[in-house]
Every structure is written in structure tokens, then in C-alpha cells.
């Protein structure tokens, strides 16, 4: 998420400032399509589960804490959003398309084929984990489930992913052993 978001944009907006909530939105928007996209694999799906994550903050702002608390609130309600709208799909299943920004087009798409192999929230977990640098305390708070799940996912997603990602190049981006190094 957004790792430089004025807490004026969130005060402001808890605060019921029209302009700063407008402010808060655009800063956070690229942010949640991106994490939106990594579980769903679908860039409408990804637009849709965003934006209506974007409406559950505008509606429920004021509720949320303090302006610390709101990179992981606002992971939460995309997470939720993004997981609601795949099983809300479910019944089309969605190739998952490589990551826009990937410098490796080929081990990208490697990277997402694999990913989209494992259960939703076994996926949940490697993207909060190594796509957007959540803690394992962090994600148990966004998936509100204890930190032990949390470690206990990572361990077996990995353990399902070195097979598929086996001849992956140690230097392509989230290789497994990038992977390894960051669960031990």
C-alpha cells in the first residue's frame, strides 16, 4: 500500500473533509487495484473490487481508528472485496495474466500461473507477504485470523510453489529463492 500517505489525507477525511477523502482515494487507488488484481487475476474484476473498496472507505471512514491503523484497514476491506467478488465468479475460473510492471514477461507469467494454482487463501497470504511487504502480524490483522495461520499458509504455499517455480532464474523478481530467504 501506499507507503507515503499523508495522515493529513486521512484525518482530514475521518474528519468529513470532502476534499481530503478525494485526496485519500487517489493516493490509495493504484495501491488497492494492484492488490485487488494479485487475488483476482483479472483486471475488470481487480477495477470492480476497488472501487467498491473505495466506496466502503468513503462510507466508513469515520469509524476507522486513527490514521495509523489505516494502510491495514483499508488492505482489510480490499481483501474482503476482492475475495467476495472471486467466489462471487467462481464459477467462470480466471487465467491469471502477468503483473504489469514485471521486468521478466516470461517468469512473470510463470510466477502468476503458479500463484493462481493455489487456494485463494493460500494466494492471500503470498501477495499481502511478497508483493506488498505486509508483516505476518499485519496480514493476520487484514485477514483477521491469528498470526500463526499467517505463518502456517506462507509455509505450505511455498512448500506447493518450489515445484511449480523450480526452474525459475534465482535473479527473476520473487523467484523462490527470493521466496525462501524471506520465510525463514
Known amino acids: 500500500m501506499a507507503s507515503f500517505l ?13 476534499h481530503e477523502l478525494s485526496r485519500l482515494i487517489e493516493a490509495v487507488w493504484p495501491d488497492a487495484y494492484r492488490l485487488a488484481f ?16 473505495c466506496i466502503i472507505v468513503c ?5 476507522l481508528r486513527g490514521a495509523g491503523a489505516f494502510r491495514v484497514w483499508f488492505s482489510r476491506i480490499v481483501v474482503r472485496e476482492a475475495s467476495r467478488l472471486k467466489r462471487r465468479r467462481a464459477a467462470v475460473e480466471l487465467v491469471v495474466a502477468p503483473a504489469p510492471d514485471s521486468t521478466d ?7 502468476w500461473r503458479a500463484l493462481s494454482a493455489l487456494p485463494r487463501k493460500l494466494r492471500e497470504v503470498v501477495v499481502l507477504r511478497y508483493f506488498e511487504d505486509f508483516s505476518s502480524r499485519e496480514i493476520a490483522s487484514i485477514l483477521l485470523v491469528p498470526d500463526g495461520t499467517v505463518r502456517f499458509r506462507l509455509a505450505v504455499a511455498i512448500r506447493r510453489l518450489r515445484p511449480l517455480l523450480g526452474d525459475v532464474p534465482e535473479s527473476a523478481p520473487h523467484a523462490p529463492s527470493k521466496v525462501r530467504t524471506h520465510a525463514v
Not at 38 to 53: F, H, K, N, T, Y
Not at 59 to 63: E, L, M, P, Q, V
Request: hydrophobic fraction near 35%; avoid cysteine; proline fraction near 5%.
Open 38 to 53: 494479485a487475488i483476482l487475476g483479472d483486471r475488470s474484476s481487480a477495477q470492480d473490487a476497488s472501487q467498491e473498496s
Open 59 to 63: 462510507r466508513t471512514i469515520a469509524s
Open 6 to 18: 499523508p495522515a493529513a489525507h486521512v484525518e482530514g477525511a475521518r474528519m468529513g473533509d470532502p
Open 105 to 111: 514477461h516470461a517468469t512473470s507469467i510463470d510466477i
